[in-house]
């Protein structure tokens, strides 16, 4: 069993369904996951260290990472995630230059601070539909249970 954190951004709410559905899924699998938002109920990045896997879901704004999620994206600087396993993941829109860029700025940053970073990362069109949860499922379980 795994201590995991989700936490993510979502402004309209697709980011959050998928969030949600990892969330249950992975409780369901006898997880212990801590459920957080980046603007509503965050947490300081340094308790990352409380866990052993790390799940960012982000919507994208603007080429990169959202505003609320821009102080924690620096303080992370300061922390080692050295035996983290890490997953990223998000609502995009394919209407944008840059696909759901904020995922790929999250993955980066973990993996500078030494995470193991699941090497695909989980971009999804708008609001998620029934066989983009089931993947995001599937996606959660194999973040979590990777080799570090
Ligand atoms: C001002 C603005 C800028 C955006 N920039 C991007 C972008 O660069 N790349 C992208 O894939 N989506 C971009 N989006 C789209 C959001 O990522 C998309 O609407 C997503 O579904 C929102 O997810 P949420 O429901 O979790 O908030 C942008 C949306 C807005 C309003």
């Known amino acids: 069993m795994a201590n995991v954190l989700i936490i993510c951004a979502s402004l309209t709410g697709s980011t959050e369904i998928m969030a949600e559905e990892m969330t249950e899924h992975l409780q369901g699998l006898g997880h212990d996951v801590t459920f957080k938002s980046f603007d509503l109920d965050p947490i300081e990045a340094s308790r990352l260290q409380e866990f052993d896997c790390i799940m960012f879901g982000s919507y994208s704004w603007d080429d990169d990472?959202?505003?609320?999620?821009?102080?924690?994206?620096d303080d992370m600087e300061d922390v080692d995630l050295t035996g983290k396993r890490v997953g990223a993941f998000g609502s995009c829109d394919a209407y944008y230059d840059i696909y759901g860029p904020a995922i790929d700025t999250l993955a980066t940053r973990a993996s500078e601070q030494n995470a193991t970073v699941y090497k695909e990362k989980f971009k999804f069109e708008l609001e998620p539909d029934d066989q983009d949860i089931e993947y995001g499922e599937k996606f959660a379980e194999a973040v979590v249970n990777q080799e570090t």
């Open 65 to 73: 990472i959202p505003f609320e999620v821009e102080d924690f994206y």
